[in-house]
């Protein structure tokens, strides 16, 4: 299949540019992939629109403030992407411009606002795909916790301000463990509170949460014309124990229906799952397009993704490209809020439409 099979048309004053008032005031399209028939709802709806006793499954991982913005030695400025740690108060990490950050290359971290210097940045290498080996210090190499207070949560580009207050708990779910290197958020997750899980548990619901360290795999843009063509980013997941002692013989016996919330817990238990253990910790490359025979979840609740994305393609993977299509159409005909701080679509008996 082609990339340009899974354009749609997307009015640009759709895509949300800040949170909704309340963190579980979204609306939901839901849809059935099995009828092809759709409702309009809302989140404060979910607990009562899914099957007593789903398994929830979130990804908790913890968004870091992994933006960093830089002076180059000349005078220019740059900008580095944290993506994952690599020891010692060096990084992976996405910079640019590349031509002028290669390595051995020193930039100084600035405040975006005052400009005041925060620490020094000096690439060390080229690593594959475009990205860098990096080194962030001050009098010494700095961990995720030192650079959580320089930099900036790493915002979408189609968010066209900078991280402010409101971000920092808006894109930060509110079950995010202190753990985690993600660049951005598990966005299906923003939508819950405590009381909304309390309810999901009130009617029987289990609440088991994964995490995938959400990286370049997850956001970056597709270029290559043919869906085989383009290779994932690796990005690493965990399952707990306790998560993984509930859900093993749930899926191995089809006991409990199994509810990804978001793609990502979704792309981690497929990954995960042999046929009958969880493992514990690894890392995906895996692409869920058309033709893919989902084994794990039997629902999914998402947000609205971009045209053409990794994302709107393994929803299609799901209802099938024309139900997709159609209902994201609906859902733009119905002035849904799109992306990262947009509304939300729960897609019911997930994989089997005809």
């Not at 299906?188 to 909304?196: E, I, Q, R, S, V």
């Not at 998402?302 to 859902?331: C, I, Q, R, W």
Request: aromatic share 6%; with cysteine.
């Amino acid at each position: 299949m082609q990339r340009t099979d899974f354009h749609f048309d997307l009015p640009p004053e759709l895509i949300a540019q800040h949170p909704s008032p309340e963190r579980d005031g979204a609306r939901l399209l839901v849809v059935d992939a099995r009828t092809g028939a759709w409702s309009h709802r809302s989140i404060r709806e979910l607990p009562d629109l899914l099957p007593g006793g789903c398994l929830c499954v979130p990804n908790d991982v913890r968004v870091r403030h992994a933006r960093l913005f830089l002076k180059r030695a000349g005078g220019g400025a740059g900008e580095a992407l944290l993506l994952r740690s690599l020891g010692a108060g060096t990084f992976e990490a996405m910079v640019r411009p590349g031509a002028r950050l290669k390595p051995g290359a020193r930039a100084t971290v600035v405040d975006p606002v005052s400009g005041a210097s925060l620490a020094e940045l000096q690439v060390l290498e080229t690593l594959p795909e475009g990205l860098r080996a990096v080194r962030v210090q001050a009098d010494h190499g700095l961990d995720w916790d030192e650079i959580d207070r320089i930099g900036r949560l790493p915002l979408p580009p189609y968010i066209e301000h900078l991280a402010e207050g409101e971000d920092e708990t808006r894109y930060q779910t509110v079950f995010a463990a202190r753990q985690g290197e993600a660049v951005a958020a598990p966005t299906a997750g923003l939508h819950f509170t405590a009381a909304l899980i309390g309810r999901l548990r009130d009617r029987g619901c289990g609440w088991h949460p994964v995490r995938l360290h959400v990286g370049l795999g997850t956001f970056r843009p597709m270029t290559a014309e043919r869906l085989e063509d383009h290779a994932m980013h690796e990005e690493r997941y965990e399952v707990p124990a306790d998560t993984a002692a509930v859900l093993e013989p749930a899926l191995r016996d089809r006991s409990r229906p199994v509810l990804g919330v978001g793609t990502t817990s979704l792309r981690t238990l497929e990954a995960a799952w042999d046929g009958e253990t969880l493992a514990r910790e690894g890392a995906t490359r895996l692409f869920i397009t058309p033709g893919y025979t989902l084994r794990t979840a039997d629902h999914l609740l998402t947000n609205f993704h971009l045209p053409e994305s990794t994302l709107f393609v393994l929803v299609s993977a799901l209802m099938g490209l024309d139900l997709a299509k159609a209902a994201y159409a609906e859902a733009v005909r119905e002035r849904y809020r799109f992306f990262s701080y947009g509304d939300a679509m729960l897609i019911l008996n997930a994989g089997r439409y005809k």
